[in-house]
């Protein structure tokens, strides 16, 4: 089973990247575009054919490795 686990940084974290892009878009004239924050996606293929375990799985991945749960904020999907 596919699982998704979408990274991101909190509200109130410095995205210097974000940033860096915001300002590279706004000098190509794309002059609408507000706040742009980066994150990352891992998808997982997961030995698991119960939907609910896999996104427990993830879910466990995701707070022991996949995100600093100090500054980063994530989601999790089964996605097939």
Known sequence: MKVRV???LKEGVLDP????????L???DF???GE???GRVI?????ETDR????AQADAMARALLANL?????TTEVVG
Request: aromatic share 2%.
């Open 6 to 8: 979408t990274v991101m």
């Open 17 to 24: 990247q974000g940033k860096a892009v915001e300002h590279a």
């Open 26 to 28: 706004h000098v190509l």
């Open 31 to 33: 002059r609408n575009v």
């Open 36 to 38: 742009v924050r980066i």
């Open 43 to 47: 998808e997982l293929e997961v030995d």
């Open 52 to 55: 609910d375990r896999a996104r």
């Open 70 to 74: 100090v500054i980063e904020d994530f």
